[in-house]
């Protein structure tokens, strides 16, 4: 670049010898005298000797001795890499104690506090006597070790590394890298968490230094004097309590238990950092320099810190746990790896065969299979055990010759016991069955063997029904409550719950506030179209027609208005409108599907309230429209629609009628679908109410009707008296709506529009979490998808 090199020092011969053309240049160190040192970065270097040194801090004279004073001063010391922390430890602890005395910044202090700070000071000269050799290792290609050690007291807790390196002669040697220290907390802390602080501050120190030589942290070797920290390193963290466990997790996340030793606090350098010492004594410690002794002379460093562990249980800061004690007998854990009948009595019939060998080697059986006797053999020594574990005071009374108790479950089969069996007694001695369908064995109930036997028969009948399964478990077993059992076994086979699933209907969400609400007929309307519809012409040799319905139905009640149009435009849909509005009234909001000659009629809407009167511009018809492909949402037109469409099919047939004709026919249909469902009014009955045909009034009204704020009592008394005369209608209209569940049973084809779930309970909520499901869809029954709950969202 150009730039000339300035200020720089070597203390290298060789190097300084290549620059002779640079001696005329003050900047340039290139004779070194032995006493001669270089100032670099806060540090003293001593290039002919390669070491650092550290001169004493002069004392500024001052009036007067404060806490400022005492912070400058201890801070005058630069110390970068922790070779002087045993000694300016003592500094630290000393501030931590005028701290607690809470004076000002330029306060001045106590003249105790005064003698001892200037005692301290008075030491820190003696850091001239301190040598630290700049090189660490032999060689850069030197085989290293890095070793760390922790300590703390009640004061001060730190950590110091040393790096051990090995000599082309094969011997070892040892010196101090770094160090940290941190003051004790006022807290007062016990012994073990400070040391397992200092821990944790040697793990952080190892992770920087790991990071800057390149090296491993996991291959560290790391040391403590504390057995209990050693303990807790070794333990389950989720046993210690928060304060200790979130210290061990850390270390742990850096490091692992077998790389933590223990050592002795006489061999334990850190155990400076905790206590501190003077600056002479550290210039001249063998211990704080180059570690424990057996780092340099040592072969198998690795093999130093036998202790005797403290068990887990005697560990300090534990959490109380509470033990539970479950015996299981040996039977149940051999029941509990199977899962079929078949594999169970197999399983049992090879280890019987393995006992029988180990006993007697010829009289096994050498055959690879096992025979029918095995398995009889092995199928009566589970039921024994099964009615072992089942009976016990029935099989102690019969041992006994005992009549058992008047209370037992098998009291009324007249029970007695053969080959260790309990077998039903019955009236059926006399008979020609077999043995085995006169004296069936007895089975518990709810008993795992019980459920395996169930389900083999179930599948060996090919899926059978609970009648059919339970006369075939009665040949040979007689479990109790047979039926439950059978009946559960089926409803429990995933195979036939699929082939003959269970529909279960969603609850249907409440009404609308449009639906329950007293208003004018059609003041809000629901609009849909229908069709088509084949028309012919008056005139011979014109062709056949096409034309739709349009249908509008009042929220409030259920009244219908029918119009017929010729195209789906939007401009028939207008006229259709018009004619609505003019024998129904101005509705105030209108509803429908999202039918393109909807959306574009909402378009043309307001232009078209123009030229009906200025003043119901600012009114305007309020158009709400469904969301698109949801048709269920307005189930209350297309139910009007359905109405229609069933007498509209009947008395058309294959005729077609003229236009004229058909608009007669559909307004006789508006009437006829107008009246009370049967669902509300049965025949014969006389609830006093009316239907919805005749409230329907020529209300040609544009502007909604405005508030009654001026009108006389008369006038509000008329109108309250028109009100309650549609109450009847609605009081019975509301009660058939107040139902949260549709009847779908009577039409199988409402089904087909529902995702129908199985084997689930619906919540008023949500569905539950975790349930496997099936989906209903245009395919045979055994190509349902099987889908899994999730997730549930509000």
């Known amino acids: ?161 040393y790096v051990r390196s090995k000599d082309q002669s094969h011997k070892w040697h040892s010196r101090l890298l770094c160090a940290r220290s941190r003051v004790a907390s006022l807290k007062g802390e016990s012994i073990p968490r400070l040391e397992l602080s200092g821990a944790l501050t040697l793990v952080h120190l190892i992770s920087k230094l790991a990071s800057a030589w390149e090296v491993n942290c996991r291959e560290c070797y790391l040391w403590t004097d504390s057995t209990i920290v050693l303990g807790w390193l070794n333990a389950q963290a989720i046993r210690l309590k928060v304060y200790v466990a979130n210290r061990v997790t850390q270390i742990l996340e850096l490091t692992d238990p077998k790389q933590w030793r223990h050592i002795s606090t006489e061999e334990n350098p850190a155990d400076m950092i905790s206590r501190g010492i003077s600056a002479r004594l550290l210039s001249n410690s063998e211990l704080w320099w180059n570690g424990p002794k057996w780092l340099s002379d040592s072969d198998n460093a690795s093999i130093q810190g036998v202790y005797s562990p403290i068990e887990e249980y005697n560990l300090p800061e534990q959490r109380p746990l509470q033990l539970s004690l479950v015996i299981v007998a040996n039977i149940d854990k051999i029941f509990q790896h199977y899962s079929q009948w078949n594999r169970l009595r197999k399983g049992v019939a090879w280890l ?169 007929p059609f003041s809000i309307t629901g609009v849909d179209f229908a069709g088509p519809v084949m028309t012919r012409s008056g005139s011979r040799g014109r062709v056949n027609k096409k034309a739709w319905i349009s249908l509008f139905i009042c929220f409030a009640t259920k009244a219908v208005h029918i119009e017929v149009v010729e195209d789906l435009t939007s401009q028939s849909f207008i006229a259709a409108l018009r004619r609505f509005m003019a024998r129904r009234g101005k509705p105030k909001e209108v509803w429908s599907d999202n039918g393109t000659n909807f959306v574009g009629a909402r378009k043309e809407l307001t232009t078209y309230l123009k030229s009906i009167e200025s003043s119901s511009v600012e009114e305007g018809i309020s158009w709400h429209f469904n969301p698109p492909s949801a048709p269920h949402f307005g189930g209350l037109w297309e139910s009007a629609v359905k109405s229609a469409k069933y007498h509209l099919a009947r008395v058309l047939k294959d005729s077609h009628l003229t236009v004229t004709e058909l608009q007669t026919l559909m307004c006789q249909i508006e009437t006829t679908t107008g009246n009370f469902d049967e669902s509300v009014q049965e025949e014969g009955e006389n609830t006093g109410g009316e239907d919805s045909s005749h409230e329907l009034v020529l209300d040609n009204e544009i502007i909604p009707p405005q508030s009654d704020r001026y009108s006389t009592p008369k006038s509000k008394k008329q109108n309250n008296s028109k009100v309650q005369k ?45 349930f496997i499901m099936l989906i209903q869809q245009n395919v045979v029954f055994k190509k349902w998808l099987v889908s899994f709950t999730l997730n549930v969202e509000d």
């Open 352 to 520: 019987r065969r393995f006992i029988e060998f180990l006993r007697s080697k010829s009289l096994v059986s050498k055959t690879k299979y096992l025979t029918l006797g095995e398995l009889k053999k092995a199928e009566h020594w589970i039921l024994v055990r099964v009615q072992a574990e089942a009976f016990p005071e029935e099989i102690s009374a019969y041992k006994a010759n005992k009549d058992i108790s008047p209370r037992s479950k098998l009291k009324s089969l007249a029970p007695f016991m053969r080959n260790g069996l309990i077998l039903v007694g019955g009236r059926l001695s006399n008979s020609d069955l077999t043995e085995e369908q006169k004296y069936p064995i007895v089975l518990p109930y709810q008993h795992k063997i019980t459920k395996l036997i169930f389900t083999h028969v179930h599948h060996e009948l090919l899926h059978c029904g609970p009648q059919l399964l339970l006369s075939a478990i009665r040949q040979v077993y007689w479990p109790l409550k047979g039926r439950l059992l059978a009946r559960y076994t089926v409803h429990r086979c995933i195979p036939c719950v699929r082939a003959k699933p269970k529909f279960q209907i969603p609850l249907m969400a409440p009404l609308p506030q449009q639906r329950v609400q007293c208003s004018r």
């Open 1 to 161: 670049m150009g730039l000339p090199l300035r200020k720089w020092c070597s203390n290298s011969s060789a190097i300084r010898a290549r620059l002779s053309e640079f001696s005329e240049d003050p900047l340039f160190a290139l004779e070194i005298q032995k006493e001669d040192a270089v100032k670099s970065l806060g540090l003293h270097w001593k290039p002919a000797e390669d070491e650092f040194r550290f001169y004493g801090v002069m004392k500024v004279n001052t009036s007067k001795t404060t806490k400022r004073v005492i912070l400058s001063d201890l801070n005058k010391v630069f110390d970068p890499l922790g070779f002087l922390v045993p000694v300016l430890i003592k500094g630290k602890i000393f501030i931590q104690q005028i701290w607690q005395l809470k004076v000002d910044w330029d306060s001045t202090l106590p003249e105790d506090i005064q003698r001892r700070w200037d005692i301290f000071y008075t030491e820190l000269e003696d850091l001239r006597l301190v040598k630290v050799p700049r090189c660490t290792s032999v060689t850069a290609r030197s085989q290293i070790e890095i070793h760390g050690f922790c300590d703390a007291s009640q004061e001060a807790y730190g950590a110091c590394v």
């Open 726 to 770: 549609m109450t009847p209608f609605q009081k019975e209209l509301l009660s058939n709506l107040a139902t949260t569940e549709e009847d779908v049973t009577s039409d199988p084809k409402t089904i087909s529009f529902l995702f129908i779930v199985v084997l689930l309970y619906i919540t008023k909520v949500a569905l539950l979490l975790h």
